[in-house]
């Protein structure tokens, strides 16, 4: 008989084992180990051990789901009015849908029991309190489609499908800036900065990037009055995983005032030239479907699709 229950402090070796053996997809980090959970997950300064739910049969671990919160408008602390269970894992087993199934049930019963009105499934550049650099690349981009069985358990639940989220890629190698008039009336009237470990500029920015490489290009005009800005970060530990070093876009922003003038496209050009001369041969961004702006902007960069996420949302019951 499958036991639910909440996180207890000797999980983490068995919640590891469970992800080594679920399906997660390929954008899940594998090998997993005790200490990258505990770096990303049990250390954030929110986290509820009520939220992670562990599905138990006899002495065996066999799922765990996790559930959350995002920030609240100011970025100084937990909104409970909107929570996600971020990802539902399960090992191969006879009774695998009862056991997502439940781990699922428990999730919106935490979340609801803490004041949430609307509930998703995955998490998402705005949701983004748990497991980046362990699951979905640059960022959260819901649950992959690479990812159908943990995709499967929400749409069984009658979950539907709310913001698709691309995965975008381009490679590195060779890359040179564009050279055209108006760049060149950008950079002659701008001045680029390049930030290391940045001071982290809210609470949610710091508790959600500690621990991280963080990188943030700064465009200012010779007043040093800040134009916009990108944050980067080296997407660790997948990257290592997959071979090869890579650069992870988590925010690119410009003034608004200053928008639609190719600010952002110099800003991030200007980027990708200088990560390539220190030899990051890919960079990713995840843009939701919604946002064709940003999508304009990153094909025009060259940046590809290369996967498919969904946001899933709970239907309002009636």
């Known amino acids: 008989m499958i036991e639910f229950r909440c996180f207890?402090?000797?999980?983490?070796?068995?919640?590891?084992?469970?992800?080594?053996?679920?399906?997660?997809?390929?954008?899940?980090?594998?090998?997993?180990?005790?200490?990258?959970?505990?770096?990303?997950v049990f250390s954030k300064p929110y986290f509820d051990r009520q939220g992670l739910i562990v599905a138990i049969d006899g002495a065996r671990a066999v799922g765990f789901a996790h559930a959350a919160f995002g920030p609240a408008a100011d970025n100084c602390g937990i909104d409970p009015s909107v929570g996600t269970t971020l990802l539902?894992?399960?090992?191969?087993?006879?009774?695998?849908?009862?056991?997502?199934?439940?781990?699922l049930e428990r999730c919106e019963a935490y979340l609801r029991g803490r004041g949430a009105t609307t509930l998703l499934g995955g998490g998402s550049?705005?949701?983004?309190?748990?497991?980046?650099?362990?699951?979905?690349?640059?960022d959260l981009p819901g649950i992959l489609d690479s990812s159908s069985v943990m995709q499967g358990i929400f749409q069984r639940a009658g979950y539907e499908e709310g913001e698709r989220i691309a995965v975008l890629r381009r490679r590195l190698a060779g890359y040179r800036p564009p050279i055209n008039r108006l760049q060149v009336a950008i950079r002659r009237n701008t001045v680029l900065r390049v930030i290391d470990e940045p001071t982290r500029r809210t609470w949610w920015e710091a508790a959600t990037t500690t621990g991280i490489a963080l990188r943030r290009y700064e465009l200012?005009?010779?007043?040093?009055?800040?134009?916009?800005?990108?944050?980067?970060?080296?997407m660790q530990p997948l990257a290592s995983a997959w071979g090869v070093?890579?650069?992870?876009?988590?925010?690119?922003?410009?003034?608004?005032?200053r928008r639609r003038q190719?600010?952002?496209?110099?800003?991030?050009?200007?980027?990708?030239?200088?990560?390539?001369?220190?030899?990051?041969s890919l960079m990713e961004t995840h843009v939701a479907l919604s946002n064709s702006a940003a999508f304009a902007l990153f094909e025009s960069l060259g940046f590809e699709t290369a996967e498919w996420g969904t946001v899933f949302r709970r239907p309002p019951k009636h």
Do not use: C, K
């Not at 550049?125 to 640059?138: C, E, H, I, N, V």
């Open 125 to 138: 550049p705005a949701m983004r309190s748990f497991y980046l650099g362990l699951y979905g690349g640059s």
């Open 220 to 234: 200012r005009n010779h007043s040093e009055e800040v134009l916009g800005s990108a944050s980067l970060w080296d």
């Open 8 to 40: 207890r402090n000797e999980d983490p070796p068995r919640l590891a084992d469970v992800w080594r053996s679920a399906d997660l997809g390929p954008a899940a980090m594998q090998p997993m180990t005790s200490a990258l959970l505990e770096s990303t």
């Open 88 to 103: 539902v894992a399960v090992v191969p087993h006879a009774d695998y849908q009862a056991i997502g199934q439940g781990l």
């Open 262 to 280: 190719g600010l952002a496209r110099y800003l991030l050009s200007e980027a990708m030239h200088d990560l390539a001369e220190e030899g990051v």
């Open 245 to 257: 070093l890579a650069a992870g876009v988590l925010h690119v922003g410009i003034e608004g005032p």
